[in-house]
C-alpha cells in the first residue's frame, strides 16, 4: 500500500528515476503524503533529521561525496526556511539537491490557516529550478514537469525546488499506480577551440585554478595535465593541487603579471589573488567548468566553457606563465590553533576524508599540505552546517574514514547534528576552541574599531564543547597540548586553545608564506 495522492506516487517515481537513493525527512503533518509513499518505495531509503537545517545540509554533504541528488522533505510554514542556508551553498557549489516542501492547497494561502506561508518560488533566484505542483495536475503534466527537472539538474547541476500542494485528508492509502517514466535527456555540445582562441593575441597567460572537487583533483593528477599544459598552475589550496608539480600557491599570483587569464574551476579562496588580477586590466578571461563561472577579472572580452575541467587537454599553443616554485619550511610554532591543526593533519593518511569547518580553518590549508581528498563549504562560506556536511558523507559512505576539523563558532551553530554524529562510527571530528571568533584578530581593522564593536566581533564564550557533545553521547575529550592531542582517539575531541598566542603562530606562517 501507498499514498492515494496520485502526484506524490509520482514524485517519488520520479526521484527513482533521477537516481535518488535516500530521502532525508523532517516529519510534519502535511508531508505525510510524501513520507507514506517515500517508504513505502522499495528502492528508496530514508533517514529522519528533525532539525531541517542539519537535514539540508547532510543531504549536500551526501550528494557531495556519492555524485548523485538526495531528495529533501520537509511540511509546511517556517520548515522550508531552515533549508534555505544548505540550499545557498548547494547553489553556489553546484550541488544537486532535490527540495520537496508540503503546501496547503493554493487557495488557502494567505487566508488565516496555521503553519503556512508563500512557498511557491521561495528560493528565488539560488536555484536552479521552481516548480509547483497541485493535485488537479495529471499524469502526462507530471511527466513533463518532471522531465524538465531532470533536464535542469542534467545541465545546471544546482538545487531544485518542487512545491506541492495538498489537499486533505492526508493519510489514505490504496494500492500504487502505474510508476511515472520520464522523457530522455537532451544534450548540448561546446566549441571549446573557439573560445579559447580569445588568449591567442595574449602575450602571457596564466593558469589559475579554484577549488576543485576531490575527484576532479584525482583525475587531473592522472591525466597529468598540469605536465602537459606546460605552464605554471597557480592553485587555490582547496583544490586538491598543491603540492603536485609545477603548481605554486594562488596568493603566489601576486608577484606576476600577465594579460589573459585561463581559469578553472570554482572560486577562490585568496581576495589579494582577485585584487591583483582586477589590477592588471586583462586583455581576455576565458573560464573552464562544466556548471560554473567566474567573471572576476571585470573585463568585456571573457567567455565560460562549458566543460568539465578534468577532460581537457590544453593548446600548448599559448604563452603560459611559468614560475619558480618557491620552498617555504614551515617553522616551529608554539601551542596554538596553526600547531594543533598541523598535528592533526600529520595523522591522517592520504585515504582519510578531511572535511574543513570555515573562517579561519581553511585558510591554514595555505601552509599546510595535505594530499587525501578535502571539503570545505566555500560556495557561500557560511559557519553553519559544516559539522552536518560532514556527518551527511561520513553517514553515505561508511566505509570510509572522515576527520573534520572546524571552529568553536560553527561547532556551536551546528550543534543539533551532534545527535547523528553518536550514530556514526566513521567520522572523528577536532572543535579548535579558542573562544571566540579569532578570525577577526587577522583583520587590520578590527583593531581599530571601540572595545564594544571588537566584542561583538569575537562573540566570547566559555561553552565546553567536549562535555556538550557527551550529553548527545558522543565519546568526547578535551585537550590542551600537543602530546594530549597526539594520543587522543575519542570521536570528538576539544582542541582548547583559548590561553594559545593564536594570533603570534598565524603570522609566523603568514611570513614564511610570502617569502619568494
Known sequence: ???????????????????????????????????????AHPALEHITVLDERSAAFQALGESLITHQPVALCCTSGSALANYHPAVLEAFYRKVSLIILTADRPANRIGKGEGQTSQQNDFYEPHIGLSVSINESVGREEAVAIWSEIRQSLHEKSEPVHINLHFEEPLYGQQEPLAPLKLQALQTVANDIDNSLSRLGSCSCVAIVCGQLHPDTALQIKANNSIALSGATWFVDPLSGLLGASNTVNIDQLVHHKF??????????????????????????????????????????????????????NLPTSLSYLNSQVPHTVIP???WSDAAAILTILLKLDKQTVLHLGNSSIPRYMNHFNFEGPIYCNRGVSGIDGCLSTAIGAAAAT?????????????ALYDSNALSKLSTLKNLQVFVINNGRGAIFDWLPGTSATTEEAQRVYSNEHSVNIAALAAAYQCC?????????????????????????????????????????
Open 1 to 39: 500500500m501507498t499514498t492515494d495522492k496520485a502526484i506524490a506516487q509520482w514524485t517519488i517515481d520520479a526521484l527513482v528515476e533521477l537516481g535518488v537513493k535516500r530521502i532525508i525527512y523532517s516529519p510534519g503533518s502535511r508531508n505525510t503524503p510524501l513520507i507514506i509513499a517515500g517508504t
Open 398 to 410: 561508511p566505509g570510509q574514514k572522515h576527520v573534520l576539523i572546524l571552529g568553536d563558532q560553527s
Open 332 to 334: 616551529d610554532l608554539p
Open 476 to 516: 568526547s575529550t578535551r585537550v590542551s597540548n600537543l602530546d594530549a592531542l597526539s594520543k587522543a582517539s575519542e570521536q570528538l575531541i576539544e582542541v582548547w586553545t583559548a590561553e594559545a598566542d593564536n594570533k603570534q603562530a598565524y603570522e609566523q606562517l603568514h611570513q614564511a608564506h610570502q617569502s619568494k
Open 259 to 312: 594579460d589573459g587569464l585561463l581559469s578553472l574551476g570554482g572560486q577562490w579562496m585568496s581576495k589579494f589573488a582577485k585584487f591583483h588580477v582586477r589590477s592588471l586590466g586583462l586583455s581576455a578571461h576565458v573560464h573552464i567548468d562544466k556548471y560554473q563561472a567566474w567573471e572576476l577579472a571585470d573585463v568585456s572580452n571573457f567567455s565560460w566553457v562549458k566543460q568539465a575541467v578534468e577532460s581537457l
